[in-house]
């Protein structure tokens, strides 16, 4: 660790400066049933010198509407493993999807609960659920106690690929995707893949979007790879989506360990490729589009902008909207109709960076390019361009 504290001289009156790091370690476990007897990954992740240790455990709505079966599987889990966890209360149910996000509810109750059942900073918070509610409730548990240890279960392809191993949290506010929110490890990611069989289509396809996007930012083969096996994503084929997941997920980490800057202290934002618009899109479609979706969108967007610049051969254009058509992506939405609140997307994301504008284009498959600048007629024409090819395709399927 590079930690140090430059001793003042007498010249510089009382000023003192010095630098520290954090080590943080960051885990992620694929299984298939998680809380199954018998699979004692759960419990390889808790402490065991000091006694049990305290746990509550909040679950996303939609996922145990989906498996009524969980909550029990918890209990009886905790049970099990009674010298490594104390369960406090019982297993919260709470709202999940971006209305998780949209209010402070999700926030508040777990919050609530953190202090109700006297959850400290060694304590545990066990959340299961799509990115939104990892999202909502990660943000309370970050908060309390300025940190309470997290254990993620993401349960949908895109927080599994995505979303659940990130070291972000946070909510919407002010008509803004994630405007308040937090970095913050978590204590470990258990993506348990047998939970994804039971997501609608449309949460089935959306973390193939980000599956694309770390592709084209960082792995040519794997992009190879997604257009091979996009059929069959569409089919529902567990198997495929699994190593999709798996991939993705590994890119993911890899990005936030490798990369050199997990916190984003720096403009550069590659993960962010395709997003200042998705995030736009997300919110002007009064969230009609999912993240995934809004992804899948704002990726042609910036590939097609970065054709009409002259910086990307158009055949990666056409190849990577073939293998977002082939996953059964819709690839328009009316809200592209308006350019200039679409375009405010890009004010709003140079806001959110602190200044410097820096959108991450691809110039290759594997070859990221950040600019700095966005000539905004060009702009207006790719996002044209997007919804007449778009439109085009609907019309003719329909
Ligand atoms: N923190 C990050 O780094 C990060 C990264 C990417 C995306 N995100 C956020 O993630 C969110 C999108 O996440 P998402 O795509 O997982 O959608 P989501 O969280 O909105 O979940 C989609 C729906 O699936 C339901 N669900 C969850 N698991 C289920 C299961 N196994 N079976 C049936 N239904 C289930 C949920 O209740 C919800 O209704 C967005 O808010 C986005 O901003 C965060
Ligand atoms: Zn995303």
Known sequence: MQNHMDQPRPDQGGAQAGSFSVQWDHRLITTRDALAPGNDILSSLLPTDKGPSRMIACLD????????????????????????????????????????????????????????????????????????????????????????????????????????????????????????????????????????????????????????????????????????????????????????????????????????????????????????????????????LKHGEAVAIGLLIDLTYAAMIGRLDESVLKSTRCCLLDMGFTLQHEALGNHEVLLEGLREFREHLGGQLTITLVEEIGKPLDVHEIDLNVMRRAIDDVRSVGLNESSRVG
């Open 61 to 288: 709505q939609g996922l145990v509407e989906a498996h009524p079966e969980l909550p029990a599987q918890v209990e009886l889990w905790a049970d099990a493993n009674a010298h490594l966890v104390r369960l406090m209360g019982k297993v919260a149910t709470l709202p999940g999807g971006e209305d998780a996000k949209n209010d402070f509810n999700v926030f508040n109750e777990t919050a609530r609960l953190i202090d109700a059942h006297g959850i400290c900073r060694k304590s545990f918070v066990l959340v299961a659920g799509g990115g939104a509610f990892l999202d909502a409730v990660g943000y309370a548990a970050s908060s309390a106690h300025r940190g309470v240890r997290v254990i993620r279960m993401p349960s949908t392809t895109l927080s599994q690929g995505d979303a659940g191993v990130g070291v972000k949290n946070g909510i919407n506010a002010f008509g803004k995707k994630n405007f308040l929110g937090s970095f913050s490890p978590p204590w470990a990611v258990v993506n348990d893949t047998n939970l994804l069989s039971s997501l609608s289509d449309r949460d089935w396809r959306s973390g193939l979007s980000e599956a694309v996007k770390v592709a084209l930012l960082k792995d040519a083969a794997f992009f190879d790879e997604l257009r091979r096996l996009a059929a069959r994503t569409r089919t529902r084929d567990l198997d495929a989506m699994e190593g999709i997941v798996e991939r993705s997920a590994h890119l993911h980490m890899k990005h936030i360990i490798e990369g050199g800057d997990a916190f984003e202290r720096f403009t550069a934002r590659p993960l962010d490729f395709g997003h200042w618009s998705a995030h736009k899109l997300e919110q002007m479609s009064g969230f009609d």
